[in-house]
């Protein structure tokens, strides 16, 4: 384990379900990121939060929602989804002070 | 907008060879290059630059930044089969973007035994 946890490991919903991914950090880090990995894709940054407060929405679609109750917890809710949203799930976290992310294992989605 | 570049997109190699990975990037405001290993699914960091000609070693892997030219190269010599992976590189800008990563599309390594 990284010290950043993702659950869970696998997901697979329809396109008119609601669910939510969940990160958890014991790094004592302040700030905690979503990215998107898609195959043969760059990480995709989704949403940027230091300090509890989100500081970066990088244009994502409204049916993704963050919410980051406090510095070290982070969920991604989702709600009707579209299959092209299938794609590895990546959270992270660093002190917001240059130093490198430690990521999580992420959650490997399947939109149906 | 920032960007960085990786090449080759895969490489495949027998063990014991030694392998160059490169990465070229267009950032505003430059602060610091990141090389990361993803196996399976979380990628693990491997190397932080900030400054040019100084090259970082870790084992059989390093890492030298040209920050004239805009790129980075990693090195792996005498490969073996668990350097099979793919390697991020990635670059962390300041100001407004400060705390960001801007990721390059990723090597993938193969190595055969």
């Known amino acids: 384990e990284t010290g950043v946890t993702q659950t869970p490991r696998h997901l697979v919903m329809g396109m008119t379900n609601k669910k939510s991914l969940k990160c958890e950090q014991h790094?004592?880090?302040?700030?905690m990121y979503w990215y998107k990995q898609s195959a043969k894709k760059p990480l995709e940054l989704m949403f940027v939060?230091?300090?509890?407060?989100?500081?970066e929405n990088n244009s994502v679609p409204s049916r993704f929602s963050p919410e980051c109750p406090n510095s070290s917890h982070l969920f991604l809710h989702l709600h009707t989804l579209q299959p092209e949203d299938s794609a590895l799930y990546l959270c992270?976290?660093?002190?917001?002070?240059?130093?490198?992310?430690?990521f999580g294992s992420g959650t490997r989605l399947t939109v149906v | 907008e920032d960007k960085v570049v990786q090449s080759p997109l895969s490489l495949v190699v027998h063990e014991g060879d030694t392998v160059t990975l490169n990465c070229s990037y267009e950032?505003?405001?430059?602060?610091?290059l990141l090389w990361y290993k993803q196996e399976k699914k979380a990628p693990t960091f491997l190397f932080m630059l900030t400054s040019s000609g100084i090259e970082k070693k870790s084992g059989r892997l390093s890492s030298i930044l040209d920050k004239k030219e805009l790129f980075s190269i990693l090195n792996i010599t005498a490969t073996q089969t668990g350097d099979s992976a793919i390697y991020l590189c990635a670059v962390g800008a300041g100001g407004t973007s400060y705390g960001k990563l801007t990721f390059g599309q990723g090597t993938i390594l193969t190595v055969h035994p």
């Open positions: 790094l004592g880090h302040n700030a």
């Open positions: 992270a976290s660093s002190q917001n002070n240059g130093q490198p992310y430690t």
């Open positions: 950032v505003t405001n430059f602060r610091s």
């Open positions: 939060y230091n300090f509890k407060e989100q500081t």
